[in-house]
């Protein structure tokens, strides 16, 4: 049996989903996707000028409402700020996808202080807030979802990708625990890992090094993504696409040394 939440698009309560990172790339895909189920948004990102235009978008395409906020979430304090304006413009959201994200590349000796503490700010500890300060109004929803949008560099210490991998290591962490602690409760909860995939991820990284695997276009991992919570019993983490499935199953199971090999290999 599938889930009515997810495979029954006109049986779906109209929710409120907060995206992170939907100026571009995953979170701008899962921004189309739940707006085209009837919900409304909340977009947060730095560049507002695409947020508006998307709100724009969404209005004319669906008639729904987006909630725009400009905010650079690696400032700290950032995911406070955030939740203390919807607080004062009294939004209350159903959903929370933290897909905000970027990645740093080159040997850890190397890399610089603040970009690698950025990068840690929004990766880990904007997510870890923004989660923690909305997981009451989520736990509240009677279709509360938290994704969190991991990697496959998640399932493996990554020579050369060092601080990106630990970050996403963290937030498969933190998400399966949050899950089993839910379960129970009408919340679902889903790390999502994919590899690489066509975004403007590439780029904003300078960097290849994060090519490893085959690529996938954004709307086949969001189309991985609702496949997996429209199960009866959703799983606490999906790492898109049977290849890179395998590759983490191989990381996770060789000895230490063997994987390290193969990683640094990889993205040297
Ligand atoms: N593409 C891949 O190959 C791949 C693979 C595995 C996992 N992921 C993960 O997927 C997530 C989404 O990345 P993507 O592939 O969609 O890349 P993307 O196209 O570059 O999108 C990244 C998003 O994060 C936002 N962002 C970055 N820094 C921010 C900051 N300081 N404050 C607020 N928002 C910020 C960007 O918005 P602004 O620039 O407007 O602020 C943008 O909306 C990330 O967590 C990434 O680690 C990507």
Do not use: C
Request: charged share 20%; aromatic share 6%.
């Amino acid at each position: 049996m599938t889930h009515w939440r997810f495979s029954v698009p006109t049986a779906v309560p109209r929710r409120t989903v907060l995206i992170t990172g939907a100026s571009s790339g995953l979170g701008l895909t899962f921004a189309r996707r739940f707006a085209a189920r009837g919900d409304d948004l909340v977009v947060v990102a730095r560049r507002r000028d695409r947020l508006d235009a998307l709100a724009r978008e969404l209005q004319a395409a669906h008639g729904t409402t987006t909630a725009v906020f400009a905010q650079d979430l690696s400032l700290p304090g950032a995911a406070q700020a955030l939740f203390d304006r919807l607080s004062d413009r009294g939004v209350r959201v159903d959903a929370l996808i933290n897909s905000a994200g970027f990645g740093t590349a080159g040997p850890f000796a190397a890399e610089d202080l603040d970009r690698v503490t950025d990068e840690v700010q929004v990766n880990v500890l904007a997510l870890t807030q923004l989660t923690l300060l909305l997981l009451p109004q989520l736990l509240h929803s009677p279709a509360g979802l938290l994704l969190n949008v991991s990697s496959t560099a998640a399932y493996q210490p990554l020579p050369n990708i060092a601080v990106y991998a630990a970050t996403k290591a963290y937030v498969t962490a933190l998400t399966e625990a949050i899950w089993q602690e839910s379960r129970g409760t009408s919340l679902q909860v889903l790390a999502l890992a994919p590899g690489p995939t066509e975004t403007e991820f590439f780029a904003a990284a300078g960097s290849d090094r994060f090519k490893v695997g085959p690529t996938l276009t954004a709307n086949e991992v969001v189309d991985a993504a609702f496949a997996a919570l429209a199960r009866r019993n959703s799983p606490p983490s999906l790492v898109v696409g049977a290849r890179n499935r395998a590759t983490a199953i191989f990381a996770r199971l060789a000895p230490s040394r063997l994987a390290l090999l193969v990683s640094a290999r990889l993205t040297a």
